[in-house]
T-cell receptor, first 112, second 114 residues
Framework: SQKIEQNSEALNIQEGKTATLTCNYT??????LQWYRQDPGRGPVFLLL?????KEKRKERLKVTFDTTLKQSLFHITASQPADSATYLC???????????FGAGTRLFVKA | DTGVSQDPRHKITKRGQNVTFRCDPI?????LYWYRQTLGQGPEFLTY????????KSRLLSDRFSAERPKGSFSTLEIQRTEQGDSAMYLC????????????FGPGTRLTVT
């Protein structure tokens, strides 16, 4: 069956450390993968997109990797801040369609 | 343009009633998506429009759900004969065609069915 999985347990880290979140997928062949941030009671906000032919993408303190062999994407936030506390969602678009499939998200807490 | 807007923000209805939600996407965006999100889950795809054409609809969506985008601008999502299991946040998102796949989400409509 097709699945997209993120760590269901919340991630607690200390301010200044690097947060690493994982997204694994099964039985999809996505052309690209996206990461979104969602704060409670609000809609998701787009952060980064990485294509299947890209290994790594960076934007300010954010870095995303995409390994199509492992079927995994890693999302890193360096020098984390309490304001980074939120739920982070990964999403992919299945080939041949328009549907975007989201993972359940990982809740990140950054302690001062 | 300030982004995607949705109306109402909250809706409480009794089981069996019909409800309609509206989404106004970013004006130049021709792609529009509807999602449903429950607590602790990611957004679940419901349907997709490109301009006024509804190009994909989730198989999970029962016949009680219908969506329209009559002039390729705003969209409505109607739920008929609501059930308690329909209680969720309903999110709308829009994006541009032409290689840009990032979706801009609205604030959502929270539906509570009593």
């Amino acid at each position: 069956s097709q699945k997209i999985e993120q760590n269901s347990e919340a991630l607690n880290i200390q301010e200044g450390k690097t947060a690493t979140l994982t997204c694994n997928y099964t039985n999809y062949s996505p052309a690209y993968l996206q990461w979104y941030r969602q704060d409670p009671g609000r809609g998701p906000v787009f952060l980064l997109l990485i294509r299947e032919n890209e290994k790594e993408k960076r934007k300010e303190r954010l870095k995303v990797t995409f390994d199509t062999t492992l079927k995994q994407s890693l999302f890193h936030i360096t020098a984390s801040q309490p304001a980074d506390s939120a739920t982070y969602l990964c999403a992919l678009r299945d080939t041949g369609g328009f549907k975007t499939i989201f993972g359940a998200g990982t809740r990140l807490f950054v302690k001062a | 343009d300030t982004g995607v807007s949705q109306d109402p923000r909250h809706k409480i209805t009794k089981r069996g009633q019909n409800v309609t939600f509206r989404c106004d996407p970013i004006s130049e965006h021709n792609r529009l998506y509807w999602y449903r999100q429950t607590l602790g889950q990611g957004p679940e795809f419901l349907t997709y429009f490109q301009n006024e054409a509804q190009l994909e609809k989730s198989r999970l969506l029962s016949d009680r759900f219908s969506a329209e985008r009559p002039k390729g601008s705003f969209s409505t999502l109607e739920i008929q004969r609501t059930e308690q299991g329909d209680s969720a946040m309903y999110l709308c998102a829009s994006s541009l065609t032409g290689g840009s796949y990032e979706q801009y989400f609205g604030p959502g409509t929270r539906l509570t069915v009593t």
